[in-house]
């Protein structure tokens, strides 16, 4: 067993549970320009630590790339996740970034021309029936639309498009170098991407004013989600082969339904439970290998 992926995957479970508690008290936009900035300064200081001319690595057209994954990866993505979480439960989104794969899968078949199986269009269609479950709450009509929580759980679905950009359209680049090494200016580009925008919309006056509770998880999404949950990750990628660490991300969404009910008394309800299963099904039949 990994316990550095199953930490990392613990951490980002924890994490939407953080941001609900976050999102209290500090503007979305400001939370996420802090969350990126200490996450960036952690991760360069470790970086600075075992090699210092580093940036030396990376050509001009290399720092392009690094920006648009900054900026549709970390920036657009968590944006998307944390208006969504101002609407909708921790538990909801907990499971329905478990769909992230099958995104994955479909951009692979459109883009890359990547065979896609009997049993993978199984495994897509089940995946979408059950966020289908999730949002719905088991009761399909057009009266679901008019729900808060629903335009919150769109919002989250919707952030795996920006995911799946950042991971289908970064695959090449992010595989020519070492992962901590791109990963800590891709983590500073996000930063610079909320910044202009929280300056202006977002809500400084209050940071002086945080309770303990919104500055504990505030560091906590800096210094464990952005930060040592990547280090984690990779270490165990470093060992093992992906397609065995990644086996750690059917974790996430159960670290999340835990946590959101201890922490936040959010109510386990059995159609989320029947929906995430069909979804955590689906996943597991279009991305596993034969």
């Known amino acids: 067993m990994s316990w550095s992926a199953f930490s990392a995957v613990v951490i980002w479970g924890i994490s939407f549970i953080a941001t609900k508690f976050a999102l209290r008290e500090i503007h979305p936009l400001t939370l996420l320009t802090l969350r990126f900035g200490i996450g960036f300064l952690l991760l360069l200081l470790v970086q600075l630590l075992l090699e210092r001319d580093f940036l030396k690595i990376f ?3 290399d720092w392009g790339m690094i920006f648009f994954l900054g900026l549709v990866g970390i920036a657009l993505h968590t944006l998307l996740q944390a208006y969504g979480l101002l609407y909708t439960t921790a538990i909801n989104t907990g499971w329905i970034v478990a769909i992230y794969p099958i ?8 883009f890359l021309a990547e065979p896609i199986t009997p049993r993978k269009v199984l495994g897509i269609l089940l995946g979408f029936m059950g966020v289908a479950f999730i ?5 399909f009509s057009l009266s679901m639309f008019r729900l808060a929580s629903t335009f919150g759980d769109l919002l989250i679905l919707s952030s795996a ?3 799946t950009a950042f991971t289908v359209g970064g695959r090449g680049f992010l595989s020519r170098f ?3 090494t791109v990963i800590m200016p891709v983590m500073g580009a996000g930063c610079l991407g909320t910044l202009p925008f929280s300056l202006f919309e977002g809500d400084w006056s209050y940071l002086g004013h945080l309770s303990v509770t919104a500055w504990g998880s505030l560091l906590f999404l800096g210094i464990f989600c952005s930060g040592l949950a990547y280090l984690l990750w990779y270490a165990a990628l470093r060992k093992k082969d992906s397609s065995t660490v990644g086996m750690y991300l059917y974790v996430e969404p159960l670290a999340t339904l835990m946590g959101a009910s201890l922490l936040l008394g ?8 029947v929906g995430g299963s069909i979804t955590l099904l689906g996943v597991y039949l279009a991305t596993r290998k034969a």
């Open 59 to 61: 050509s001009r057209r």
């Open 103 to 110: 995104f994955i899968v479909l951009t692979a078949r459109l």
């Open 135 to 139: 949002i719905s709450k088991g009761k």
């Open 161 to 163: 498009v920006t995911w």
């Open 178 to 180: 070492p992962p901590l």
């Open 266 to 273: 959010e109510e386990i309800r059995v159609v989320t439970l």
